[in-house]
């Protein structure tokens, strides 16, 4: 396979490829989950290979970006810019795809772990206590803004990341800052989350009094219990949907 | 409620279920977000805020990894805004907008099934296509299934609006005193429950459970402060 050397480029479109990656979800399906979206995201920094070959290797190489892909969606762009770069120096199709699966689950575990079970509640939980605490709007367009600058961020630094190493994408995984990040991410969101909670349930409850103060203390703590003995079948949706048809029906019968 | 406002609404329910999983995921799709926005619009922050943090707190009971399927709270939290905002006062709507927000999160998380089924139609018809490496046709998938979102966001929207309507016409007023007070409690209940087991599930029994036991007392202690 004839390689384009990256230097041939000297500016790489990783600005056009980033907003395409906002998109990278658009076409999530069973067949390939988010290949289409990664293969689209990737096209910008395959250009330069559609001189190459009459064309054949810029196909190759897209037809190969479109493939099945899942992981974390903010760090597609780590996989987007490694295997473009792969395919720009060259590195055989077969090892770009294995490259490309390899990738899938570390980034996936990574992302559920920085953002999903980490920078996500932990600002949602900031985001409730402002508002529990009265701060309102401010509080809903913090938490837009805090989360946000972390969101873009990270997959601004993924996409980087992925060009700047190419094949040896792994590198990048094992750098301290994500390591540090990781690590403290999930006491963070537990602690945060934590106090959270007490200080919603006095903002929520703060219009029941007497009995139904009494009640809905039941009513929590027993669908506590619940849920976490059930977790495996039991959603959150359904416990209120149940509980709210429950609370229908005796309202209605007790008038 | 004026057909302006109405089309507002719908138009601000299609955005916020975009957001979800297409485009572009900056976290719009937040009942937090998604419930103060949806009372501004209404005239009314309070109760979108309220209802904003009822379902945030059923949000943390889900993580939306790879192909799970999980119900969708944005528009969901949308049209309970609008029919808390139509009881009159938090007070009088916030059972009713949980039941009506809960049945649209459930539309919501099925139609979520049937675009990714439809999505999947799609890429199989043009496999030919895709293995050849052609760029317009990876384009126009894509393209397309995003416009496919978007007109399913709008559907759910609207399913959730023309719930809140039949609510607001049909059991707005009606139920005494206390199947109100039972449906608020019970909507209440629900969330801080969803809310709870759900940070218990990600927190796991490890050295989490301490800082998630810590941060509780930390919150005991400044909401009894306060």
């Known amino acids: ?63 190969r970006g479109a493939h099945f892909f899942n992981a974390h969606p903010y760090l597609c762009g780590l996989a987007v810019g490694a295997t473009a770069r792969a395919e720009h120096d060259g590195v055989p199709g077969e090892q770009v795809e294995r490259l490309r699966a390899a990738l899938c689950g570390p980034l996936g575990s990574l992302g559920d772990r920085l953002v999903w079970a980490g920078w996500l509640p932990i600002t949602s939980g900031l985001a409730l206590i402002g508002v529990a605490f009265g701060l309102g709007f401010p509080a809903i367009l913090g938490f837009v803004i805090v989360y946000n600058v972390g969101h873009v961020a990270l997959r601004w630094w993924a996409l980087r990341a992925g060009w700047a190493y190419g094949a040896r994408v792994a590198m990048a995984l094992r750098e301290p800052v994500l390591q540090r990040a990781t690590a403290l991410s999930g006491p963070a969101m537990a602690f945060v989350v934590g106090v959270a909670l007490p200080v919603v349930v006095r903002y929520l409850s703060g219009g029941f009094v007497g009995w139904s103060r009494g009640l809905l203390a039941v009513a929590a703590a027993g669908g506590v219990a619940l849920l976490w003995w059930q977790r495996a079948r039991l959603t959150g949706l359904r416990f209120g949907l149940a509980l709210l048809a429950v609370a229908a029906l005796a309202g209605g019968l007790w008038r | ?29 937040r009942p937090l977000v998604a419930g103060p926005i949806a009372g501004a619009i209404l005239g009314d922050v309070p109760i979108g805020l309220e209802l904003g943090v009822l379902f945030e707190l059923f949000q943390l009971d889900i993580l939306p990894m790879g192909a799970t399927r999980y119900p969708e709270y944005g528009p969901a939290t949308v049209a309970a805004v609008s029919v808390a905002h139509a009881a009159g006062n938090v007070a009088a709507g916030l059972g009713l907008g949980a039941l009506v927000g809960l049945i649209t999160a459930m539309v919501g998380g099925l139609t979520l099934h049937a675009i990714r089924v439809l999505n999947a139609r799609a890429v199989h018809r043009a496999t030919a296509a895709l293995e050849a490496g052609d760029a317009s046709v990876l384009a126009r998938l894509h393209v397309t299934a995003i416009g496919r979102d978007a007109a399913r966001a709008a559907f759910v929207t609207a399913v959730g ?57 930390s919150g005991v202690v400044v909401a009894w402060l306060r």
């Open chain 1, 1 to 63: 396979m004839a390689a384009v050397s990256p230097t041939t480029r000297s500016r790489p479109p990783l600005g056009r490829c980033l907003l395409r990656l906002f998109t990278v979800q658009g076409s999530w399906n069973y067949e390939r989950m988010q290949g289409v979206g990664m293969g689209v995201a990737e096209e910008p920094l395959l250009r330069d290979l559609r001189g190459a070959n009459g064309g054949t290797t810029y196909h190759a190489a897209l037809a």
């Open chain 2, 1 to 29: 409620m004026s057909l302006d406002t109405q089309l507002f609404l719908l138009a601000w329910g299609t955005l916020v279920g975009l957001d979800l999983v297409s485009v572009p995921q900056m976290m719009i799709a």
């Open chain 2, 161 to 217: 609006l023309g719930l809140a309507s039949v609510t607001r016409e049909y059991l707005g007023g009606t139920l005494p005193p206390r199947g109100v007070t039972f449906l608020n409690v019970a909507a209440v209940g629900a969330a801080l429950a969803a809310g709870t087991a759900g940070t218990l599930r990600l927190v796991g029994r490890g050295p989490g459970f301490r800082w998630f036991a810590a941060g509780v007392i």
